[in-house]
């Protein structure tokens, strides 16, 4: 088996080479079921093909597709632009034009059953991965600095979330960005311009606004690409989509999901009147209490006045004045009255002493006979003859010389 000559700068392929060896790697892909969204129909007068735009939900990417009148009419004989269909097709690829189309043998137009299962389906998937879990939504704002809206042109549900919003907090400043709300090009802008307003540092919360509208016209918001790309932004996102009875998949995903956009604009901005309210109450209350302060430490201070320490001070004074007085009187008493029992007690002492005295002995007419060295003499053989004596009378004393007995 021979190989193949490969292109070379010398020997290049020529485009009708090119495009067979194209048509050929097409051709394996075989017959295949595609899923999209219907962007465009055009059916020719005379003509049996009917030709289609075929676009992903969640991409910018189209193909046309190519189907026998009888395929369509067996299969959707209603399809209408922005239905969802399944197909049967092939890929084919067109030299002459150097163009790609798939070529269908089967349509199928998806119900509204299908869809809701489908979406029922994708639920599960979203919430199993963490999608809607409550603990990883963030709160909003008290007061944005400026809002992101992300709705149709012209749209009631951009006036109902501008009007409601301003008339709240007319200061609140937005950053809008419309879009197509439904139809297939709606959910690669809505991505896109989510991505704008989230690389935007001066938005601090984006909301995503639409009116109400049927199950299929509300597809685009439960889309799985868009779940994912509100699921990864790093700004707080609030879903404002349709009545309050319709619930895409961006409810569940959203930071914080508004039942309509009205009541989304509830929940951006406080109301100015009743914020002015609660600090003027707030302010009332605060009054009060201050002014209770005030007047309870004002009675304390009247009651701590009244009293007679602070009232009449030189009371005190005089009452410590008076106790010391009465103290220094009792002192003086009470130590003139030991001075008296001291002075009692000498005289006692002293009489009892000069009644002991000898010299009180002497008084009455006795003396006392000491020889020279101090001896008190008792007894006349205590003395010799010629030995000197003293005697001690009441006034002086007498020496003397013993003499012989008679």
Same mark, same amino acid.
């Given at each position: 088996?021979?190989?193949?000559?490969?292109?070379?700068?010398?020997?290049?392929?020529? /485009?009708?080479?090119?495009?067979?060896?194209?048509?050929?790697?097409?051709?394996?892909?075989?017959?295949?079921?595609?899923?999209?969204?219907?962007?465009?129909?055009?059916?020719?007068?005379?003509?049996?093909?009917?030709?289609?735009?075929?676009?992903?939900?969640?991409?910018?990417?189209?193909?046309?597709?190519?189907?026998? *009148?009888? /395929?369509?009419?067996?299969?959707?004989?209603?399809?209408?632009?922005?239905?969802? /269909?399944?197909?049967?097709?092939?890929?084919?690829?067109?030299? +002459?034009?150097?163009?790609?189309?798939?070529?269908?043998?089967?349509?199928?137009?998806?119900?509204?059953?299908?869809?809701?299962?489908?979406?029922?389906?994708?639920?599960?998937?979203?919430?199993?991965?963490?999608?809607?879990?409550?603990?990883?939504?963030?709160?909003?704002?008290?007061?944005?600095?400026?809002?992101?809206?992300?709705?149709?042109? +012209?749209? #009631? #549900?951009?006036?109902?979330?501008?009007?409601?919003? *301003?008339?709240?907090?007319?200061?609140?400043?937005? *950053?809008?960005?419309?879009?197509?709300?439904?139809?297939?090009?709606?959910?690669?802008?809505?991505?896109?311009?989510?991505?704008?307003?989230?690389?935007?540092?001066?938005?601090?919360?984006?909301?995503?606004? &639409?009116?109400?509208?049927?199950?299929?016209?509300?597809?685009?918001?439960?889309?799985?690409?868009?779940?994912? #790309?509100?699921?990864?932004? !790093?700004?707080?996102?609030?879903?404002?989509?349709?009545?309050?009875?319709?619930?895409?998949?961006?409810?569940?995903?959203?930071?914080?999901?508004?039942?309509?956009?009205?009541? #989304?604009?509830? &929940?951006?901005?406080?109301?100015?009147?009743?914020?002015?309210?609660?600090?003027?109450?707030?302010?009332?209350?605060?009054?009060?209490?201050?002014?209770?302060?005030?007047? !309870?430490?004002?009675? *304390?201070?009247?009651?701590?006045?009244?009293?007679?320490?602070?009232?009449?001070?030189?009371?005190?004074?005089?009452?410590?004045?008076?106790?010391?007085?009465?103290?220094?009187? &009792?002192?003086?008493?009470?130590?003139?009255?030991?001075?008296?029992?001291?002075?009692?007690?000498?005289?006692?002492?002293?009489?009892?002493?000069?009644?002991?005295?000898?010299?009180?002995?002497?008084?009455?007419?006795?003396?006392?006979?000491?020889?020279?060295?101090?001896?008190? /003499?008792?007894?006349?053989?205590?003395?010799?003859?010629?030995?000197?004596?003293?005697?001690?009378?009441?006034?002086?004393?007498?020496?003397?010389?013993?003499?012989?007995?008679?």
């Amino acid at each position: 088996m021979t190989q193949e000559p490969k292109s070379t700068p010398d020997e290049p392929w020529p /485009v009708r080479v090119v495009s067979q060896k194209v048509g050929a790697w097409v051709a394996k892909l075989g017959w295949v079921w595609v899923d999209g969204q219907v962007a465009q129909i055009s059916r020719r007068p005379g003509s049996t093909v009917v030709f289609l735009t075929l676009r992903d939900p969640s991409a910018d990417l189209s193909l046309t597709v190519t189907a026998h *009148r009888d /395929v369509l009419d067996a299969g959707a004989p209603e399809l209408a632009e922005g239905a969802r /269909v399944t197909m049967h097709a092939k890929p084919e690829f067109y030299p +002459a034009r150097g163009t790609l189309s798939l070529r269908a043998d089967e349509i199928r137009q998806v119900g509204l059953g299908e869809l809701l299962a489908r979406l029922e389906k994708l639920k599960k998937l979203l919430g199993a991965e963490g999608l809607f879990a409550r603990e990883r939504k963030r709160r909003l704002p008290f007061l944005p600095q400026r809002i992101g809206l992300i709705t149709g042109r +012209a749209s #009631a #549900a951009e006036r109902d979330v501008l009007m409601n919003t *301003r008339r709240r907090w007319p200061a609140v400043d937005f *950053r809008v960005i419309n879009v197509p709300v439904q139809g297939p090009t709606a959910v690669p802008q809505i991505i896109d311009a989510l991505k704008v307003l989230d690389g935007d540092d001066t938005v601090e919360v984006i909301v995503i606004a &639409r009116g109400g509208g049927s199950v299929e016209d509300l597809l685009p918001f439960s889309d799985e690409a868009l779940c994912r #790309a509100v699921f990864g932004a !790093r700004t707080p996102v609030v879903s404002a989509i349709g009545h309050e009875t319709d619930a895409p998949l961006l409810d569940y995903v959203a930071d914080v999901r508004a039942s309509t956009p009205t009541d #989304a604009a509830k &929940r951006l901005v406080p109301d100015l009147t009743e914020e002015r309210q609660l600090i003027d109450s707030a302010r009332r209350r605060l009054d009060r209490a201050v002014l209770t302060l005030l007047d !309870r430490e004002q009675h *304390r201070l009247d009651a701590w006045r009244s009293r007679p320490s602070l009232a009449r001070p030189e009371t005190l004074i005089d009452q410590r004045a008076t106790e010391v007085t009465a103290l220094r009187d &009792r002192a003086v008493r009470s130590l003139e009255n030991r001075l008296r029992r001291a002075d009692d007690d000498l005289r006692h002492t002293v009489a009892r002493l000069r009644a002991l005295s000898p010299k009180s002995t002497l008084q009455r007419g006795y003396a006392i006979v000491q020889r020279a060295d101090g001896h008190v /003499v008792r007894a006349a053989d205590e003395v010799k003859t010629d030995d000197q004596l003293r005697v001690r009378l009441a006034e002086g004393d007498l020496r003397v010389t013993v003499g012989e007995p008679e």
